[in-house]
């Protein structure tokens, strides 16, 4: 190789390290200047601004009065609709359920009354009566 292919590769490396040099120069001052200052200052008054109104939109609906006083509504709607179902079932439940303990009790009491009790040594089989089974024979 001669000196004449070394020289343009050289000048060819120092124009790029130049080029960069200049482009992260450039960067810097872009990036250290008053201005880019001024415009991220704005925009955290901006951001913080619609933060506040947001806060204020959120509070006003939180508290207005039509709205409570809606929601109280729909409240009480519900529990007009549903309370007094759900207080039905829940009485049915329990006496269906006192009606097959006391189904159970006096089938077991009553082979007891018309003959002798169980023995100690005979196993009592455990059974429980659910509305609609029918016991196996």
């Known amino acids: 190789m001669s000196t004449e292919n070394k020289q343009p590769r050289s000048e060819l490396a120092s ?9 992260a120069n450039l960067l810097r001052v872009a990036w250290q200047s008053e201005e880019r200052h001024s415009v991220e200052r704005e925009i955290a008054a901006s951001i ?9 939109a959120a509070e006003q609906i939180k508290n207005d009065a039509a709205l ?33 303990i006391n189904e159970e009790l006096m089938r077991r009491g ?9 023995r100690a040594t005979e196993p009592v089989e455990a059974t429980t ?9």
């Open 68 to 100: 409570n006083q809606a929601k109280r509504n729909m409240k009480d709607a519900w529990e007009t609709a549903h309370g007094p179902q759900v207080l039905t079932e829940m009485k049915q439940g329990v006496l269906d359920t006192l009606k097959c």
């Open 129 to 137: 009566a659910v509305e609609g089974e029918t016991k196996p024979e």
């Open 15 to 23: 124009e790029l390290n130049k080029l960069g040099d200049n482009l």
């Open 48 to 56: 913080e601004q619609m933060n506040k109104k947001l806060t204020d």
């Open 110 to 118: 009553t082979p007891a009354q018309e003959s002798s009790a169980p």
